[in-house]
């Protein structure tokens, strides 16, 4: 089957430091799937923060990048210098079928930055 | 701005009942998506379209008809509800792009909790 999966439920980072949230996938249904992370800020809805549909390519947005890789299926998101701004609850998911429209969702991973 | 709207944002229901949730979207996307949360996982897709008069089955569809009426309008309807149908339910539509991945957006959720 398809499946994400995300091992932190809850990561805490002061502020300035770096981050790295973990995310790796399982497909049997494609052999390059597109991926994204999406994120939820406190009191507004889930929204896009970047994707990538190229296996070896890098996407970046807001100073967060991730790096489709895969030889290990993995899809970590990382960033050099966190804020508080960035504290809300970050989901990897990967896109398969005929569009790569069917998204399969991690658990997700709440970042709390603390000052 | 794109916008996604689902209604009602709380619904209570009795088992056996029929429990209609409405989304409506000004975005002017073909594609639209319905799907579950349950605390502690990720988003679960349960039906979605690629317009009007299409619907199609996403990963968990048992227990759930969708209808499509037109570009803005997307139901998901439980004809018999059931206490394992309580949660949140979000609605989503695609921008379908041909060249790169398609991003959703998202609405606020329906809490729905059946007795």
């Known amino acids: 089957g398809d499946s994400v999966t995300q091992t932190e439920g809850q990561v805490t980072v002061s502020e300035s430091k770096s981050l790295i949230i973990n995310c790796t996938y399982s497909?049997?249904?494609?052999?390059?799937?597109?991926l994204f992370w999406y994120v939820r800020y406190p009191g507004e809805g889930l929204q896009l923060l970047l994707k990538v549909i190229t296996a070896g390519q890098k996407g970046s947005s807001r100073g967060f990048e991730a790096t489709y890789n895969k030889e290990t299926t993995s899809f970590h998101l990382q960033k050099a210098s966190v804020q508080e701004s960035d504290s809300a609850v970050y989901y990897c998911a990967l896109g398969v079928g005929p569009n790569y429209n069917v998204l399969y969702f991690g658990s997700g991973t709440k970042l709390t930055v603390e000052p | 701005e794109a916008a996604v709207t689902q209604s009602p944002r709380n619904k209570v229901a009795v088992t056996g009942g029929k429990v209609t949730l409405s989304c409506n979207q000004t975005n002017n996307h073909n594609n639209m998506y319905w799907y579950r949360q349950d605390t502690g996982h990720g988003l679960r897709l349960i039906h979605y379209s690629y317009g009007a008069g299409s619907t199609e089955k996403g990963d968990i569809p048992d227990g759930y008809k969708a209808s499509r009426p037109s570009q803005e309008n997307f139901s998901l309807i439980l004809e018999l509800a059931t206490p394992s149908q309580t949660s949140v339910y979000f609605c989503?539509?695609?921008?379908?792009?041909?060249?790169?991945?398609?991003?959703?957006?998202f609405g606020s959720g329906t809490r729905l909790t059946v007795l």
């Open positions: 497909t049997t249904s494609i052999a390059y799937p597109n």
């Open positions: 989503a539509s695609g921008d379908a792009r041909t060249t790169s991945a398609e991003t959703l957006y």
